[in-house]
């Protein structure tokens, strides 16, 4: 019995773990994207766009480009390749704030 209470306990430990890494808002914030571009991409620092609102697809082609370099900056040229595999789910996330 205490084993199953056990299982149970680590799967819904991980389950909700694989939810919140999942969510585009959690990936935002624990990249330390929010830092730069502001809470929920709204940015109040004109060196920093604000990404709010924005197309999503448009945000993932953004970010892909500066994975790939074919857009070129410093600071998302080394940061873009951490979203890898969650573009969508962040471009998804701004563009619906
Ligand atoms: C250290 C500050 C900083 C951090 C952290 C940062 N960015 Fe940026 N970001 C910038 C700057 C500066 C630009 C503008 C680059 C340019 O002029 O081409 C930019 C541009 C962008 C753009 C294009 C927006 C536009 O209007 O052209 C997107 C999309 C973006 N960032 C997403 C992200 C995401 C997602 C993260 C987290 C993984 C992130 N950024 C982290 C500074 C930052």
Known sequence: MKKVLFV????????SYSVQAGTGEDMFNALGCA???????KSSISTYPSLAGKDADWLVQQLKDFQTG????????AMAPMTAG?????????SSQ
């Open 35 to 41: 830092g730069c571009h502001g809470v929920g991409g």
């Open 70 to 77: 074919t857009r070129q900056d410093p600071t998302m040229n």
């Open 8 to 15: 149970v306990a680590i799967f819904s430990m991980l389950s």
């Open 86 to 94: 969650f573009e969508q789910a962040i471009a998804d996330y701004l």
